[in-house]
């Protein structure tokens, strides 16, 4: 039986697709505070440890989870929505970026990398984030753009399609284990944000802690000569 073809990493890469919150924007606080707002204006009980359990997953999670805690007060997807409302009223009066990613995509930028941003987020929710982050991605795939949210890999794959690029040779960088997983089975090389969370294995990902002080150069390193 002849054995599977050997795909060598691309050095450097030449397509980045960023995760948006939590990765490239430091909005995942705004999603815990918002969910505790909404939860509690309705009356419902949540607590941090619910709000990280969702974190990283689609919004239909958070939606599920709250209706759990009032049966029969509200139709499937009538606080997503609201929550929906709330982040992107949040987000439209401005957001930082993440530790190191900031310098990280100026890096990418000036070496004329085609840069995409993928994210499980709501488009209302990206377009209301996107003042704060720039004109700075040649394609921007949202939940609304594709027919399953992270894990399912379509978003990735969508991007790589729109930037010309064979998925196999692009960088994602992710941090929730959802978007992890998306990474890993799209068939792209992952740098995925440790977090403290459990992390998906595979030969494609390596992972930091964080951003901070990581360059470009340093990131083609850890997976210079790799193989799979």
């Known amino acids: 039986m ?25 909005s995942e606080p705004v999603w815990q505070e918002e969910e505790l707002e909404l939860a509690r204006l309705n009356s419902i009980p949540w607590s941090e440890a619910d709000s990280l359990n969702c974190l990283g997953g689609p919004i239909s999670r958070v939606d599920s989870y709250m209706r759990e805690r009032a049966p029969g007060k509200f139709a499937e997807g009538e606080l997503s929505n609201l929550l929906i409302a709330r982040i992107a009223n949040r987000l439209s009066a401005g957001v930082d970026f993440a530790p190191g990613a900031q310098k990280l995509i100026a890096e990418m930028i000036s070496l004329n990398l085609k ?21 700075i991605f040649h394609t921007v795939i949202s939940a609304d753009d594709v027919p399953n949210p992270k894990p399912d890999p379509s978003g990735y794959q969508v991007a790589a399609r729109n930037l010309q690029t064979p998925i ?16 890993i089975s799209s068939g792209a090389w992952i740098l995925g944000l440790k977090h403290g969370k459990n992390l998906p294995d595979s030969p494609r990902a390596r992972y930091l802690d964080n951003l901070e002080g990581v360059t470009f ?10 193989q799979v």
């Open 2 to 26: 002849p054995s599977s073809p050997q795909i060598k990493v691309q050095e450097p890469f030449k397509t980045v697709l960023w995760d948006m919150d939590g990765t490239l924007i430091d």
């Open 168 to 183: 196999e040779e692009c960088l994602i960088i992710e941090d929730s284990p959802n978007g992890m997983r998306a990474a």
């Open 115 to 135: 840069l995409g941003l993928v994210t499980a987020s709501a488009r209302v929710i990206v377009e209301a984030a996107l003042p704060s982050i720039g004109n």
């Open 217 to 226: 150069n340093s990131i083609c390193e850890l997976f210079r000569g790799r």
